[in-house]
């Protein structure tokens, strides 16, 4: 049996909801990755981590059917879990940072696979929305108090392996935030938090709460 941590991440203010992930912090046990495809698609989560060095914060991540270079709510969980000033990504290298209930990570929006940012009038209309149909990945979102930059989103990667909508999405939240020049306070899902803010060079901060769930 591989050992493996199920943590949430970008949780409410109250601590509840954030994005179930699986992090096996000693990565050497599945080192080939048909074994950690395998082995992600058995959890079912939306992510999960294998840790291939924890001191320098290398990292592999996969969803239930596919390997990724960069994911959001993966680094923000495993930079919370390592307690590590970056992380190695084969996108590139992710600067970290805990703030007292928050951590923090520093990422680029050119890293993130294609999205589409799907806006709405309102955010009752986004809470309406049923599961499009699986092919394009929809991040659909809609401006709850523009000038404060609190935004209402939810995630459907449409990718056929289970995960329908995605409770809450940092990669997506990174592309918005880079799309709209801003910081932003998302809803996303039942009650998840995620927080952002654009930083010099092209460079985005995507912030949450973690917590150990098992």
């Not at 000693?26 to 989560?45: I, K, M, T, Y």
């Not at 709209?180 to 901060?205: D, F, H, K, M």
Request: proline letters at 8%; hydrophobic letters at 40%; aromatic letters at 8%.
């Amino acid at each position: 049996m591989t050992a493996y941590d199920v943590l949430r991440v970008f949780c409410g203010p109250r601590g509840g909801y954030g994005n179930e992930l699986g992090v096996v912090r000693d990565g050497s046990v599945l080192p080939e990755p048909d074994g950690r495809q395998e082995f992600a698609a058995g959890l079912g989560f939306s992510e999960t981590v294998f840790v291939d060095d924890p001191e320098r914060g290398v990292i592999d991540i996969y969803t239930p059917t596919t390997r990724l270079p960069f994911a959001g709510h993966p680094c923000v969980g495993a930079a919370w879990l390592l307690d590590v000033p970056e992380l190695v990504t084969p996108a590139g290298v992710v600067g970290a940072r805990q703030d007292g209930e928050f951590c923090w990570i520093e990422a680029r929006a050119e890293w993130v696979p294609p999205r589409t940012l799907r806006q709405y009038a309102t955010a009752a209309e986004v809470d309406e929305l049923p599961v499009p149909p699986k092919g394009e990945w929809v991040y659909a979102w809609a401006w709850l108090d523009e000038p404060a930059g609190r935004i209402r989103a939810r995630a459907f990667p449409g990718r056929d392996d289970g995960i329908d909508e995605d409770e809450a999405t940092g990669a997506a939240a990174l592309l918005l935030t880079d799309r709209l020049g801003r910081a932003l306070n998302i809803t996303q899902g039942a009650g998840s938090q995620i927080l952002t803010a654009p930083q010099p060079e092209g460079w985005t901060e995507v912030g949450g709460r973690v917590h150990l769930e098992r």
